[in-house]
């Protein structure tokens, strides 16, 4: 026969379902949304940190700098505008800048951005061919791997390319790229993009026969890495006449995940409300119980039960509580997770579901539970001075 | 096995000072304690269970000398060497008639062995309740439910049992029957009847009336 304390403690939670739900519920949802911030945090910072990965500037088009990094390194919005190749190639010659890799793009294809490159691009990400092989001639094209997945891309395949960034309306029936290469999952931003040379670019908006001028040409930016800190300062002011600009990965990202931080910073002191709330409901849950039940807890003094024994009784109820109440928390973050990773991948095809448990959230975990017991621990003292011969009279 | 002597108890610094009769039994013995409401029936019984101690006198019960007890000490020896029946049956409502019965030998060895769990079904089956053992509490009449504190207050043997007031809700078919059951399941120890029920005052020879100018 099991009547273990634990045993005990489970069956009278169980006797009581509809206030061990409520604070179930307090709790999960409580450590549910730190655990939610605290994935969503991390996998955005990694997401951010990897694509950065050497890119000390990018020179673009003269707008906003954060649109500049947004969608040059990350692909999540849409560039500024696009700016000479030539005069490009001019800031790249700079003695303060040691290399730089452009980048030109305007179409796609099923929603995933076709970007004509250098071979450079797929070997700063580390990107290591799959099958096939890189592109060489115009309208070859190598797949990142979630691209191939996800529009089922084999080594052959043909395709036209769309007017836009996500738009399906304007396609370029006339130019056809083929695939001739497919990329292994790199964890950068070349998994969802299409690439191919950038005179695959230039070309499908020319008209049959047109020839294009050499100094016209136009790229959308370029990414640069720096030979001498002092590029920082010096480039952005040999673009002052210029239709372009340098802007700072780092700075800007740092901007922008200090305004998401104070969105979170709010979202966190919610949560942490509902958890505070949710302790309180443990702390009148043992309370209650202790009132609502006393005569019980009277009665087992009679038959051998010591007050220890009972306060354990009672902490182990506060105890299960928290337990469950932070791994239905944990549950509900990954829940949440996966609905936000389907969201973010149709949105920007980034992939955001790792499920692993963070060391931060073990430490939340931790804490939800400690403070779980402490807040059932404060009552379950009254159980120590419980008048056996007093409460068996009131009965 | 109960021996009490010069027993004078008084709740806080306020209350009446009460005189117990002294009395005493030995094992096997079955005895009265008869008398009126206010004459102290219930805290000479609390007195005898270690759950109030008293200011002067003996109280020896199943070799334990109570008023020098430590708390923990008669906490083990309740469990171990009391069966009490209350008069109002006291269940723990979430666990099943059957966990409530094994409940003392969990509470004081941490386990319930194979044999007690044995006895309690024959137990159950002599007192015709053997069909609720998987029962709540709350679903029991309050004929089963004194059964079943019966068999509760038994089951581990205990060497002195205390019953308060066990026919005072009862007919006279059903109280001679309930008193039936507590003098056949209890032969092997020491019976204390605590009472106010004038229908059982002939029911044993040894009978200790309470004088309510005592208490």
Redesign the interface.
């Known amino acids: ?1 099991k ?2 304390l634990l045993h ?1 403690a489970w ?2 939670l ?2 009581k379902p509809l206030q061990t739900a409520l604070s179930l519920a307090l709790l999960g949802f409580g450590v549910g949304m730190v655990s939610l911030m605290l994935l969503t945090e991390k996998q955005v910072n990694d997401a951010f940190e990897r694509n950065i990965k050497d890119i000390d500037l990018v020179l673009g088009a003269k707008g906003s700098p954060l649109q500049l990094i947004l969608a040059n390194v990350y692909h999540i919005d849409a560039p500024t505008g696009n700016i000479n190749q030539r005069a490009a190639e001019k800031v790249l010659k700079h003695p303060y800048i040691d290399s730089g890799i452009p980048l030109a793009y305007g179409d796609n294809h099923e929603g995933y951005r076709i970007v004509g490159t250098e071979h450079s691009y797929v070997a700063h990400y580390g990107a290591t061919l799959a099958e096939g092989q890189l592109w060489e001639a115009p309208y070859e094209v190598t797949a990142g791997a979630r691209v191939a997945e996800n529009l089922g891309l084999k080594i052959g395949d043909t395709f036209f390319s769309a007017h836009g960034l996500k738009d399906q309306t304007d396609i370029h029936t006339n130019k056809t790229f083929t695939v001739v290469g497919i990329l292994e999952p790199s964890g950068s931003v070349v998994d969802q993009l299409l690439l191919t040379p950038m005179e695959s670019i230039w070309y499908v908006h020319m008209e049959d026969g047109e020839v294009m001028d050499p100094e016209a040409r136009e790229i959308t930016a370029m990414l640069l890495k720096k030979r001498n800190p002092l590029a920082v300062l010096t480039i952005p002011n040999t673009l002052r006449d210029t239709n372009m600009q340098v802007a700072l990965p780092a700075i800007e990202v740092n901007r922008m995940t200090q305004q998401f931080g104070l969105g979170t910073s709010a979202l966190r002191a919610i949560a942490m409300l509902i958890m505070a709330l949710s302790f309180a409901s443990i702390f009148i849950s043992v309370l209650d119980n202790i009132r609502a ?1 006393r ?2 807890l ?10 220890g ?1 009972l306060y354990r009784l009672l902490l182990l109820e506060g105890g299960l509580l928290s337990v469950a109440g932070t791994a239905l928390g944990l549950v509900l973050s990954r829940v949440g997770m996966t609905v936000l990773s389907q969201v973010v991948e149709a949105q920007f095809h980034y992939d955001v579901a790792a499920m692993g448990v963070l060391g931060s959230e073990w430490a939340l975990a931790g804490a939800a539970i400690l403070v779980g017991l402490l807040a059932s621990a404060i009552p379950a003292r009254r159980s120590l001075r419980l008048d ?2 007093r409460t ?2 009131e ?1 | 096995m109960v021996q009490v002597q010069g027993v004078q108890f008084q709740y806080g610094e306020e209350g009446p000072r009460m005189t117990f009769p002294d009395f005493s039994c030995q094992p096997g013995d079955r005895m009265l304690l008869l008398g009126q409401s206010g004459t102290g029936k219930t805290t000479l019984l609390h007195l005898l269970c270690g759950m109030l101690k008293a200011q002067a006198g003996t109280l020896n019960v199943a070799g334990q000398e109570l008023r020098t007890a430590s708390d923990r000490e008669l906490d083990t020896w309740r469990g171990q060497a009391l069966g009490v029946v209350f008069q109002r049956a006291h269940f723990v409502q979430s666990l099943t008639i059957q966990e409530n019965l094994a409940l003392p030998h969990q509470l004081t060895q941490g386990r319930v062995p194979a044999e007690v769990l044995d006895r309690m079904d024959s137990m159950l089956d002599r007192l015709g309740i053997a069909h609720r053992a998987e029962a709540r509490p709350h679903e029991l009449s309050m004929g089963e439910q004194q059964r079943a504190s019966i068999a509760r207050a038994l089951l581990h043997k205990p060497q002195v049992v205390f019953a308060d007031e066990p026919t005072s809700a009862l007919d006279d078919h059903n109280a001679s029957a309930v008193m039936d059951i507590l003098d056949r399941e209890a032969a092997e120890a020491t019976l204390v009847v605590v009472t106010h029920d004038q229908r059982l005052k002939d029911r044993y020879p040894h009978c200790v009336t309470l004088n309510p100018t005592q208490a």
């Open positions: 026969m009547l273990s005990q069956r009278n169980r006797a039940r005569h019980e009277a009665l087992m003094r009679t038959m051998g039960g010591t007050p024994t056996i011969s068996l009279s009965a």
